[in-house]
């Protein structure tokens, strides 16, 4: 049997994808305003979107734990999987990936564990390029590699109308977010070596929108690419990108996938967030 391929549910993968490539998705845990559940399980964005609009907001959110990877893993490896490649989201946003280490190091050279340094379809280039090199026929190591390679060529920049959200949960610094709030900016964020760091500023969510092209464009070169484009409460946002970004690219655009945003991502970027991620084909 193939190397079996573990992602969790921040990658926000469209359910076909994870249907025709045999994906095992753990989900992330959810609290709002009280209330637990599983993201994209129990809790969906729209239940996110409600609570962040609300006056009284209370949002956090929390790992998986090693025993529930370990679960998954051992579940795999019986059903007769040759090993595990386990992706998830960076480490410098969560400790999802602190928790498939532990699990894995319970099962000795089995399981792989790949830290994404990204989120959304940052997250999911990585998982389809592991899903795509088992598929081939590709070993644990060789699955794995291919899981690191796409990490590597993989570029995530994102649009959020206020910088409060990340600031509360912890993903940005006081300084920054007072900055933006001062300054009545609307940030475009990047995420360098798996942080989350202000790449530009601008004055309107119109302008937001427009240089997300621009840089997606500039992170394309001259490669063949597949895009993601997430967001959170604004279809209107991810069709003006996906249209703009079809035209810009022309022939060297090849695969699209056009997803909301969940809710770990909601609690810690608020509505109106628009993402582009990158995907430099090899």
Known sequence: MPVAVVTD?????????????????????????GAEGLEGVEIL???????????RVSVSTSRPSPAQFGTTYRRLLAAGADGVVSVHLSAE???????????????GDR???????????GLGFP??????????????????????AAVDRTTVFFY????????????????????????????????PDGAIVVRDKVRTASRGVARLIDLAVEAAADADVDLGVHHLAAPQRAQQLVEALTVRLGDRLHDTY????????????????????????P
Not at 96 to 105: H, I, N
Not at 111 to 121: I, N, P
């Open 9 to 33: 549910s921040t990658a926000y993968l469209p359910p076909e994808s994870v249907r025709a490539h045999r994906l095992t998705v753990v989900p992330l845990t959810v609290v709002l305003n």
């Open 258 to 281: 056009v997803s909301e945003a969940g809710a770990v991502v909601a609690a810690h970027a608020g509505p109106g967030l628009a993402s582009v991620v990158v995907y430099r084909r």
């Open 111 to 121: 399981v792989e564990v790949v830290d994404s340094r990204a989120t959304g379809m």
């Open 127 to 148: 998982t389809l390029a592991a899903a795509t090199a088992a598929e081939a026929g590709a070993d644990l190591a060789g699955v794995r590699a291919a899981a690191q």
């Open 160 to 191: 959020v109308d206020t910088l409060e959200f990340l600031r509360r949960g912890g993903r940005i610094n006081a300084a920054e977010a007072l900055l933006g709030t001062a300054l009545s900016v609307k940030p475009i964020m990047h995420m």
């Open 93 to 107: 946003l969560s400790g999802t990936v602190e928790s498939a280490r532990l699990a894995a190091a319970e099962l």
């Open 45 to 55: 964005p729209a239940d996110a979107t409600r609570v962040l609009g609300g006056r």
